[in-house]
Structures are given as C-alpha cells and as structure tokens.
C-alpha cells in the first residue's frame, strides 16, 4: 500500500516469562515523540504467557495496548507471532510498525513485513519525521561508515531499533489507556521448540555490564574457559569474533559484531581480536575498551582505552590471579 490510509503507531512489546524487554520502553519513547509531531496515537501489542506487564506498557507511553495471552506464546515462534501480528495491523492499520533490533525482533519483523509486501528497515538508531509527515529511518551503512537516510514508500513504515539507542520512557503510574485483550490466533504446528532454556543466572550478551571476547588469538575452544573465568569473576559474560565462532570454538549467540551482537557494556575486554570493522561495529559503544594483542599495529587498539601488547595466554592469567588476591 503506497497511500497513506494508515494512522498511529505500533510498538511490538517483547516479552521474556512476562517480563518485558527493555527495548520496549526506549520504542515507547521514540514512539511518543513520533506520535506528537504527527497527532496519532500510539499503541502496543503485547504476546506472552498470563499476568503479563501489560499496564506497564501504558505507564510508559501507550495510549492502547493489545495483548493475547497464550502458553504458546511463551516459546520464541516468527510465525506464530507473525500471524498475530499481522491480523493486528491489518486492523488497527498503523502508519509505522516499531520492533526493537533484537534476536528475536531481527527475525520477527522482516517476516511481518513480508507478509504486509511492505519495507523495512534494520538496525535504526534514529527515526525522525519529514515535512510530509514521512518516517525518516537513519541507520549506519557500510560498516558504520556512513549513515543512511532511508523512507520506505509503503505502509506501514517499519523499522526495528538497535537496543540501548534511546532513553527508556519514564514511567507514570497515573497514566490511562485502553487494555484490549486479542482473540490469539494459534498455529497447530509450532514452528519452534525449545531444546535449551537459558539458565536463569545466565545473563544476556546485550545486557551485560562486562563482556570479556575471544578471537582468533585463542588457539583452541578449551582456552574459552579462561575468559570464562575472568568474566565470571567481573559479572560478566563471555563474548566473541566471528572467526572463531565459525570455528565452533563457541555458539553464535555469544558472537559480537555487524552480523552478531550489538553491546555496550561499562567494560569490554577484547583478547586475541585484531579489530575488524565488522567487530567494531558491535562493540565501539562499550564505556571503556581494553584490547590484549601480540600485535600492536592490530587496528583493536586504535579504539582502545587500555591497550596490552602481549600475549593473551600470559595477561589473562595474570588479570585473573590479580583479582583473586584482591
Ligand atoms: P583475526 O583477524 O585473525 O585476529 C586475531 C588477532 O589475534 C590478531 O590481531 C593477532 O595479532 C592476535 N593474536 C594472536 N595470538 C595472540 C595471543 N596469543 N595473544 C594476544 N593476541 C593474539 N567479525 C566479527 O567479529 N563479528 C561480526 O559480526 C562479523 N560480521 C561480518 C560480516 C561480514 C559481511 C563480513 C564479510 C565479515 C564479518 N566479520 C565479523 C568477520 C571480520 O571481518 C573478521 O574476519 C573477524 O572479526 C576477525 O576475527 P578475529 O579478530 O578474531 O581474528
């Protein structure tokens, strides 16, 4: 649909055991702003298991909020989300469609505007509006080198945001709106079965405060346990380069980077990581970068706070021998 019959705009509520994902309460912000400059109001749609957050997402913005509570909504499913999804839309006929760029918002909403044959934009990290009251969704291209102005010419304009890229909305427990529960649809065949649940005390890449990562200077999957321990004795968790999650030394959702996770952590600890844009490009945001290379011409350290030219298995013994006499 190339004319604007649309009008409000739609937020996907991400929800994990009923808890809902950050990121919704920063699209809630972004949402309203957009909402004002264009007189519309903005609306949630919320899937998840009973005694979700649902007024939650009211206090933080929403003027509507559409929820469908079911045990099947529980597990990660595209297509059943998507199904849901688009019935909404295609009532409520929003004018643009915000997900948050998360593993499961990256994979949900190009399914949702694959099934609407409307555009979509990934990874944005601002949304204005333009005089004609077009969405403007500027995201970095080209390794973050440039950054792209793009408008889609259907409806809805969807975009997802890249976690941690706006302030999250405050919250106001005064707040009114409109609670409307939704008839769920469900799929006889879930697509998606769930073979490991992150352990609780598991704590997740995007959100930690400290990610100590491993490339290609570490000579074998075993050595990862070394950065486990050192991340385990900071709070934090264990990242990763692409190189050596394509030499199965870890899985993919430890990966950082352009095609992995995007973290902006207080403290990131790059070990063995020669600093490929396509890294950089997930982790430049950190608060404090300190990079540990044999190499010191290795472009890591052109974005270090701290730099160590040295060998990884002789520093991080060290780090962690340190801290344990602390
Ligand atoms: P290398 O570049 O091989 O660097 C290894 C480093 O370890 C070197 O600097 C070396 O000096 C150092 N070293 C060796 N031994 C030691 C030691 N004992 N102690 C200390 N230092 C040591 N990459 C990502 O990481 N994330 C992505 O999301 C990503 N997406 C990509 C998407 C596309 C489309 C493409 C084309 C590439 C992508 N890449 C990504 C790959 C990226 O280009 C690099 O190939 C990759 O990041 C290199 O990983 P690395 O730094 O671990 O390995």
């Not at 912000?29 to 997402?57: D, H, Q």
């Amino acid at each position: 649909m190339t004319e604007k019959t649309h009008r409000g705009i739609l937020v996907f509520a991400e929800q994990k055991d009923g808890r809902i994902h950050k990121v919704t309460y920063e699209l809630l912000n972004k949402g309203r702003t957009l909402a004002e400059s264009l007189e519309v109001p903005v609306y949630a749609i919320a899937l998840g298991p009973k005694n979700m957050e649902v007024e939650e997402l009211i206090y933080r913005g929403a003027d509507e909020v559409f929820y469908g509570e079911e045990d099947a909504f529980n597990q990660p499913d595209e297509l059943l989300y998507k199904e849901n999804i688009v019935a909404l839309i295609n009532r409520i006929k929003p004018e643009i469609c915000l997900f948050g760029a998360t593993t499961f918002g990256r994979s949900l909403a190009p399914r949702v505007a694959g099934s609407l044959e409307t555009g979509l934009t990934a990874d944005c990290t601002e949304l204005k509006i333009d005089e004609d009251g077009k969405l403007i969704q500027i995201r970095p291209a080209f390794s973050d080198n440039i950054l792209a102005h793009i408008k889609t010419k259907t409806y809805p304009q969807m975009a997802t945001i890249r976690y941690k890229e706006f302030s999250e909305a405050k919250r106001d427990g005064q707040r009114q709106g409109k609670i409307t529960k939704i008839e769920a649809i469900l799929l006889e065949n879930p697509a998606v079965r769930i073979l490991k649940q992150l352990q609780s005390n598991e704590i997740d890449i995007s959100e930690a405060e400290v990610v100590v990562a491993g490339g290609r200077g570490l000579k074998s999957s075993e050595d990862f346990h070394m950065l486990k321990e050192l991340a385990a004795l900071l709070g934090g968790v264990v990242g990763a380069s692409r190189a050596v999650v394509e030499e199965d030394y870890i899985s993919s959702d430890h990966q950082v980077g352009y095609s992995g996770n995007r973290v902006k952590p207080k403290l990131y600890i790059a070990c063995g990581i020669s600093g490929a844009p396509q890294h950089l490009a997930g982790m430049r945001e950190a608060e404090n970068i300190v990079a540990i290379n044999t190499d010191p011409s290795a472009p890591i350290f052109n974005i270090a706070d701290v730099g160590i030219v040295g060998d990884l298995y002789e520093v991080i013994p060290m780090l962690i021998n340190k801290i344990n006499n602390q």
